[in-house]
């Protein structure tokens, strides 16, 4: 993580909440298109619709910076998330069978999701 923070091509927000970072998302850009890393949010600060605002803010600024398009990954299993990206416009566009196995009896595909930048971003 310290290292991809110090990539001038990766953006990371974060939301303060006590001193502390509650929630941060993170992105990398190569070739005018950002690849959404991680989006984490601490357990207890879930359902404040942090990672929404999150998401926003890095659609805002990387339209701002002229990027055309976001895309990430999401375990099929984690429906929660995918609603949550689908709610900020995110379409599901692909899969990569059986990419997640951390902590998993059987893998599970990673969607693929992406969401277009245009004028109006």
Known sequence: MRGLLKDPNVLALGVQSSGRICAFIM??????????????????????????????SLVRRLGERGVSRITLDVAEDNVAAREL??????????RRPRYYKAKRDI????????????LGF
């Open 27 to 56: 992105g990398q850009t190569v070739a005018g298109e950002t690849d959404i890393l991680t989006l984490a949010t601490d357990p207890d600060q879930r359902r404040r619709g942090l990672a929404g605002q999150l998401i926003e």
């Open 85 to 94: 990206y689908r709610g900020h416009g995110f379409v599901e566009d692909g």
């Open 107 to 118: 893998p599970v595909d990673a969607i693929l999701m992406s969401r277009t930048l245009g």
